[in-house]
């Protein structure tokens, strides 16, 4: 009788071959799981944010009819243009200036007219002191015709894209003057 109470007894303590899920587990995992959701909705647009840039391709950038060939001599001239820009959901139109020119081989260049010294606008000529000269009126900083910084400012003017088509000047977005050295 002895052997049928331990065959019994053994039967009692066999733990169940279906493993069920604790408390504890349960909410341990409902938990972890909310959070990783609400982390990964804070991450995302972040990582989004970061990585948008790079995903953009890389244009030319958009370039605005401003003067004709056969109106640009090789004293600088002031041309004006717009352009038309978008800022968020706000579009919006930006009047801008270009000093353009020929050299004597025929080679069209644009200049900013900001000056690099404090942003103002330079003019060509405009100080009887320092003629044929881009003049900055703010702090006195000067510039020959092809931009080069003579005085006061620590860098050249800015250059225009330019592209010809058709008989006119189009002009691009600014870049660092390569001209001068």
């Known amino acids: 009788m002895e052997n ?7 039967e009692e303590h066999q733990p169940n071959s279906r493993k069920e899920m604790s408390r504890r587990q349960f909410l341990t995992y409902t938990l972890g799981g909310a959070t990783a959701y609400m982390a990964a909705g804070a991450i995302l647009p972040m990582v989004r944010f970061a990585v ?5 391709k890389k244009t030319d950038g958009a370039y605005v009819k401003v003067a004709e060939i056969s109106k640009i001599t ?3 001239q002031e041309f004006t243009f717009e352009l038309k820009q978008q800022d968020g959901w706000y579009p919006s ?5 270009a ?6 081989t025929g080679n069209i260049y644009a200049l900013s007219p900001i000056c690099k010294h404090l942003g103002c606008t330079v ?28 005085a006061v400012s620590p860098k050249p003017l800015d250059t225009y894209k330019i592209k010809i088509e058709n008989g006119w000047v189009y002009l691009g ?5 390569t001209e001068v050295k």
């Open 74 to 76: 090789n004293e600088p």
């Open 4 to 10: 049928n109470r331990n065959d019994h007894h053994e």
């Open 123 to 150: 003019g060509w000529n405009n100080d009887k002191n320092f003629p044929d000269e881009y003049h900055c009126p703010c702090h006195g900083a000067r510039y020959t015709n092809v931009g080069k910084n003579l």
């Open 173 to 177: 977005s600014t870049e660092p003057n």
């Open 99 to 104: 000093w353009i020119r020929k050299d004597e």
């Open 52 to 56: 948008d840039p790079i995903l953009h």
């Open 93 to 97: 139109t930006a009047n801008l200036i």
